[in-house]
């Protein structure tokens, strides 16, 4: 069942959830995590650098097939520990029929570091 729709908000708030493109370097299981996931290293291009993720992605990739692949993630949300590990971005993606993240990607390489519009 799908989520209701939000309310309504102004272009200005919408801007400031920074969403950008980067490209996975590194991809290792996570198995410290409460559920199944993986520890990411996504490179954002020269201005911003590589950042850490872990993102619950197990049901559909294995950490081999993802290193090169580019994915969105939002850069604003304050640090989250899982485990060991401080989480420095969030990984988007959408639900499968199950539930599981299906990851959000651009359908053609755009430069690392873009951000959303």
Avoid: C, W
Wanted: net charge neutral; proline share 11%; aromatic share 6%.
């Amino acid at each position: 069942m799908a989520e209701p729709i939000e309310p309504q908000i102004a272009f200005d708030e919408f801007r400031k959830v920074d969403m950008r493109v980067g490209t996975i370097v590194e991809a290792e299981p996570f198995p410290q995590a409460r559920k199944p996931s993986l520890k990411l290293v996504i490179d954002f291009g020269p201005e911003i650098g590589r950042k850490k993720s872990s993102a619950q992605l197990t049901k559909h990739y294995k950490p081999e097939e993802l290193i090169g692949r580019q994915v969105a993630a939002v850069l604003n949300f304050p640090p989250r520990q899982i485990g060991p590990m401080m989480s420095e971005v969030l990984t988007l993606g959408f639900p499968d029929e199950e539930g599981a993240v299906v990851l959000i990607a651009p359908n053609k390489k755009v430069p690392d570091g873009g951000r959303l519009f």
